[in-house]
């Protein structure tokens, strides 16, 4: 029997129009009550994400900021918050200050301006062109920082998301599954980007959407429907059912 469902939010449990049908809130709500845990993993802001959680409750955990931080739902508590030190947000303010750079704290996302004071657990470098992400990659690189980073589209802009090296979606799995006594073959990962590909392969059930990258269809155990058509709706029921 699988014990926690970790899901990614956009692409996978919410559709296009950014909602979550009832029916698969209710097979949650269902899954929960027999005993299996529910996290969500989203690059949103707390209260985003709790705010699909109000009416009905049905989110145990919280994954921020490609794994920056975990959240306990029930108890309003972080298991743990890993930000981006000084030294690092400095670096890539010089060397990238001819882009905009937004930061992620628990409220939200921001624009992030010499005043470094505040606690930031997600920086997010935006530009417009596909050849000059891989330009601001290369930077990124070439400065050896001890970060995790990746690339996406976000509302037609091409951006890097970077977080501390020492953190990322595996290592929030495994900090909930050793908290919770949950085995890793216990563990099904529903996701839909190249970020969630080494999810993927560390769970005992790596699931991905018909809507997902293609390099991530090539290592996912089972691809659901899309995230339009009951995807994740349609995987549960397989698994629990």
């Excluded at 014990?3 to 979550?20: H, M, P």
């Excluded at 809130?25 to 109000?54: E, H, P, Q, V, W």
């Excluded at 990238?96 to 470094?116: A, C, R």
Aim: glycine residues 6%; neutral net charge.
């Amino acid at each position: 029997m699988y014990k926690l469902v970790v899901s990614e939010f956009d692409g996978v449990l919410i559709d296009s129009e950014e909602a979550i049908g009832l029916s698969t809130i209710m097979l949650i709500d269902k899954i929960r009550s027999a005993g299996t845990l529910f996290c969500i993993s989203s690059d949103r802001a707390i209260n985003d994400i709790i705010s699909y959680n109000s009416d009905f409750f049905f989110i145990d955990y919280i994954i921020g900021g490609g794994g920056a931080f975990l959240y306990d739902v029930a108890k309003c508590k972080f298991l743990y918050k890993k930000n981006i030190t000084k030294v690092i947000l400095k670096k890539i303010l010089t060397n990238f200050s001819s882009y905009k750079i937004y930061g992620f704290n628990e409220n939200g996302k921001f624009l992030v301006n010499d005043d470094i004071e505040q606690k930031i657990y997600q920086l997010q470098i935006v530009c417009n062109s596909k050849k000059v992400l891989h330009t601001l990659c290369d930077m990124l690189e070439k400065l050896k920082l001890n970060i995790n980073y990746w690339a996406n589209i976000c509302d037609d802009l091409f951006c890097i998301n970077i977080i501390m090296g020492t953190v990322d979606k595996c290592y929030a799995i495994n900090k909930l599954c050793k908290l919770k006594s949950i085995v890793i073959d216990e563990v099904v990962a529903i996701g839909v980007s190249q970020q969630d590909i080494e999810m993927i392969k560390l769970v005992g059930c790596g699931i991905c959407m018909k809507n997902s990258d293609r390099s991530l269809k090539k290592i996912a155990n089972t691809i659901t429907d899309t995230n339009d058509n009951n995807g994740v709706k349609k995987i549960l029921n397989q698994l629990f059912n």
